[in-house]
């Protein structure tokens, strides 16, 4: 018998599942692509407000929490090499059907309410930048609503017609993305060395509430911690890297390490270019604060027009990987006869989950209309949060099922461990930054989505355990977990 070498051998049985083609350079820059998203372009500014010069601190807060959750992550994709992530962790540590779902669910809704987070981004820009090639187009939340909402439509038509996710493509796309904020931290620091900028500012602790300043970051670092979000899906390739049990940990730790340096430089320049008493105005200008860096920073360059657009490349990248994985995980969840199976129709041609696509790209519709439309928040800034809270509770379970599986499952020899006090630490930071202390009163909206997103769910799940109980006879749960995403 021909032995077959380490590169293509599926670590889960005899026979390759997926082939095994990412590296370690084209990991990282999956990683670094997936974090560097919408979510600097959506928080940096209600995060100055929250802090003032001190903006750096909360991104370097949030990561700190961010890698001890990675550590987590790291020690389970390396005991369990399968793509279903934070739903296998959960399933493996406590066996509750209703709880796998509940996770796996939550980690649906994060995506629906990024990607519609990152379609009000998009639009925002998109209609600056063809107002600034002299298009005069309305700015008013009418239009953004418009423009996001044809957005989701047309995410749903790619999808439908079936997009690969393809890491070279996405390669692509994360330069743009860097060569965006690239622009902006050279031109933060040019501003600087020309003498034009109060570097003392950025050590100075100034907010626009009553707060002191442990509350003001720990507002703002639940602010952040929407543009740390996006290493979690580099899980989901674990079956399609090389060697995972190395490669895996030191590529998404240098890969977290890589997206806040450019948060942190990021952070540093708004400061710097954006004189003191203007940034209130400037977020109130919603999505625009690093457009507004390079309008003021270097207003004799057409730096300017362009800077919209390498925009909306970032953040669509961001909405169509979100969409891609909602849409994937119903179809699974669909399959697994834990929701109804009509969400798990496929197109007959291009086998695309079509059920899927149809059913979160409603939702993401809804919580346009229903967040612009209803809220005392901004739609940005409520979406953008209620992200960060429900992948907040989901990091939550994966680091406590961490802890549970160090005594259920022995890791292997050489295998990835977190220090023994990592686990607990990161579920205790994350349960705190899911708490309203976190928020200010007004974005307690971000509850009532979320909730009313899983309640959706369990409505679901609840019609799909009466169908299987008097129809087919039948229970309800997971049949093989293992493969929920495929």
């Known amino acids: 018998m021909t032995t077959q070498s380490a590169e293509t051998v599926d670590v889960n049985g005899p026979t390759p599942d997926l082939k095994r083609v990412l590296g370690p350079r084209l990991l990282l820059l999956f990683i670094v692509g997936d974090i560097l998203g919408a979510g600097i372009y959506a928080v940096t500014g209600e995060m100055a407000l929250e802090v003032g010069g001190i903006v750096w601190v909360p991104f370097l807060v949030a990561f700190a929490v961010a890698t001890l959750t990675a550590y987590s992550y790291l020690e389970l994709v390396t005991k369990f090499p399968q793509a279903a992530g934070a739903a296998l962790y959960t399933h493996k540590a406590f066996g509750i059907h209703f709880v796998t779902f509940l996770v796996a669910f939550a980690v649906i809704c994060s995506g629906i309410t990024s990607a519609s987070t990152s379609s009000n981004l998009l639009a925002t820009n998109l209609l600056a930048g063809l107002d600034g090639l002299g298009w005069h187009v309305s700015q008013g939340d009418t239009a953004i609503t418009v423009v996001a909402m044809a957005f989701m439509v047309l995410l749903a038509a790619i999808n439908l017609r079936g997009v690969g996710e393809s890491v070279k493509f996405n390669v692509v796309l994360t330069l743009i ?5 690239v622009i902006v931290i050279a031109i933060g620091f040019w501003v ?3 003498g034009d900028a109060d570097m003392g500012r950025i050590v100075v602790f100034d907010s626009q509430s009553d707060r002191g300043m442990f509350a003001a970051v720990t507002v703002a670092t639940a602010i952040a911690f929407f543009a740390m979000v996006g290493f979690e899906d580099s899980v989901n390739m674990v ?10 940990p030191r590529v998404m730790l240098s ?12 952070a540093i320049s708004v400061i710097a270019v954006i004189p003191e008493g203007q940034i209130e105005s400037v977020v109130a200008d919603e999505g625009k604060v690093l457009l507004a860096v390079v309008e003021q920073g270097a ?7 362009i800077f919209p657009f390498l925009t909306v490349v970032a953040v669509a990248n961001t909405a169509l990987l979100n969409m891609l994985m909602a849409s994937r995980l119903l179809y699974g969840l669909a399959h697994q ?5 009509t969400l798990g129709k496929v197109l007959p041609g291009r086998r695309t989950p079509y059920a899927g696509i149809a059913f979160s790209t409603a939702l993401a519709l809804g919580l346009i209309v229903v967040v612009t439309f209803l809220a005392d928040t901004s739609v940005i800034t409520a979406l953008s949060g209620t992200t960060a809270l429900l992948l907040l509770c989901v990091f939550s379970v994966v680091n406590i099922a961490c802890v549970v599986l160090r005594r259920k499952v022995p890791a292997k020899a050489g295998a990835f461990t977190a ?11 994350c349960l705190f930054l899911a708490g309203p202390w976190a928020r200010d009163r007004e974005d307690w909206i971000q509850y009532q989505v979320a909730g009313g997103l899983l309640l959706l769910g369990i409505v679901l799940w609840a019609c799909t355990w009466l169908t299987n109980r008097a129809v087919r006879a039948k229970k309800t749960g997971f049949r093989d977990i293992e493969h929920l995403d495929d």
């Open 419 to 429: 220090p023994v006090w990592v686990p607990p630490v990161g579920a205790a930071a």
């Open 239 to 248: 079956e399609e890297t090389k060697d995972p049990e190395r490669t895996f």
């Open 337 to 341: 006869d834990v929701l109804p199976r």
């Open 192 to 194: 600087m060395a020309k």
């Open 299 to 305: 207003p004799g360059l057409p730096i300017d027009k």
């Open 177 to 181: 993305e860097m060569a965006a904020l």
């Open 255 to 266: 890969g977290l390490g890589i997206a806040v340096v450019f948060y942190v430089l990021v």
